[in-house]
Structure formats: C-alpha cells, structure tokens
C-alpha cells in the first residue's frame, strides 16, 4: 500500500540549531510532494511544493525541501529555527494514479524550539 | 477574501445525534476534500468531489454523508455520531483534482473541532 513516514514524531530544538525532518514515502511512480505547517490553534497551511524541475525547493519562512527519487524521500531543512516555528509539520505526497488526486498525509512532526 | 471557512468551529454532541458540519469556499475551486485529524493517524481523507454533484469515498468514509449541490458548499454529515468520530475536522479545496500540475495544491480551513459524548 502507498505511505507516507515520518520518522520523527517529536523534535525538540534550542533556537539557531539546525533542522531536518524526514519523509519517505512508498510509491513507484510520478508524484507531487508537499510540506504543511500547523501552528498551534492553526489550519495547516503549505510551507512548499515539489512538482517538477530543481529538486530543491525553497519554501516560505527559510524553510527548503530536497527531493531525492532514488530513496523516495523529501526532507525539510531549515538551517536555524527559531522559537515561532514551533508547530507541527506534515508532509504529503500526491501518488498521481488514474489521474485523479490521492493525497497521502504523514502522521506528523511536532517541533518545538526552546529559546 | 474569505478562502474557506468552516462552521462551527467547536461543536459538542452526543451519541447517535446527527451533526452536520459546514464548508464554504470563495474560490469557485472544482475540488473539495474531507479530512480528519487524529491523534497518531495524521490527516486521513474522509470524501472528496470533483464538482457540484460528483463526490466519491476517501480511506475513512464510514459513519458519514457528504452532498454538494453548489461549487462553493461541502457540507459534511455525521448521521449517527459515535464517540470514536470526536476529532478535528478539515476542509480543503484544489483548483484541480487531476495529476500533476501546481493547480492542485490543497488550501485548508481552520478546522472543525468536534467531540461526541
């Protein structure tokens, strides 16, 4: 069955550190990829998108995601956080299959930056 | 300038009511989606439509009713809510629902949260 994992459930970090957030996903074919954000209290809202072209996609807020098809994966980075991005962060993967859209969510990172 | 909103965005009920909860967006997108959130589970995709009048099952769609006789209204119904369905619901809505292509990016409401006594 197509997935999406996130390896990290909780992530605790000082401000300025460094992030990575892992996401593999299970699938064989053409696919769009996605980073969303939920701030506490909040709707999720898109952080960026990989459709095709660079691997590498800059998203809002410092945020950058690389896609690397040959280990189906498309972590999130941020070179230093900071305190107000604390939230949790999905990534989502459209399996393009039949041509109809099949949106699969990860369950999920909470980060949460201390100052 | 509203996007999507949804209505309400905290309800309480109990067991075997019928709750009904709303979806409205502004952008005259084609496709529409139901998710929950939950706990460990992440998003799962309760129904989705195409267009007015075309709605199809996404991976949890048992226990609920979804109808669209206009573009801009997703109206999702819990028949007979169960506790198991107390969680917090979202809205989304894509320009297109077809492979590939930045049109089908999913924009999200703020979120219905949702608890069955």
């Known amino acids: 069955a197509q997935s999406v994992s996130q390896h990290n459930h909780h992530v605790i970090l000082s401000e300025a550190a460094s992030l990575e957030l892992g996401c593999n996903y299970s699938y064989g074919g053409t696919v769009n990829l996605f980073w969303y954000v939920q701030y506490p209290g909040q709707h999720l809202q898109l952080l960026l998108k990989y459709f095709s072209g660079d691997p590498l996609v800059k998203g809002i807020k410092g945020f950058e995601a690389e896609f690397i098809k040959s280990k189906f994966s498309f972590n999130l980075r941020k070179p230093s956080v900071q305190w107000s991005d604390t939230a949790e962060y999905f990534c989502?993967?459209?399996?393009?299959?039949?041509?109809?859209?099949?949106?699969?969510f990860g369950i999920g990172t909470k980060l949460q930056v201390i100052p | 300038d509203a996007g999507i909103t949804q209505s309400p965005r905290y309800k309480i009920t109990e067991t075997g009511r019928q709750v009904t909860l709303m979806c409205h967006q502004t952008?005259?997108?084609?496709?529409m989606f139901w998710y929950r959130q939950d706990l460990g589970h992440g998003l799962r995709l309760i129904y989705y439509?195409?267009?007015?009048?075309?709605?199809d099952k996404g991976e949890v769609p048992d226990g609920y009713v979804v109808s669209r006789s206009k573009t801009e209204n997703f109206p999702l119904t819990l028949e007979s809510a169960t506790r198991s369905q107390t969680s917090v619901y979202f809205c989304?809505?894509?320009?297109?629902?077809?492979?590939?292509?930045?049109?089908?990016?999913?924009?999200f409401g703020p979120g219905t949260r949702l608890l069955v006594l």
């Open positions: 989502a993967v459209n399996m393009n299959s039949g041509g109809y859209q099949k949106v699969t």
């Open positions: 989304a809505s894509s320009e297109s629902g077809l492979a590939g292509g930045p049109r089908e990016t999913q924009y």
């Open positions: 952008w005259s997108h084609s496709y």
């Open positions: 439509s195409a267009a007015a009048d075309i709605t």
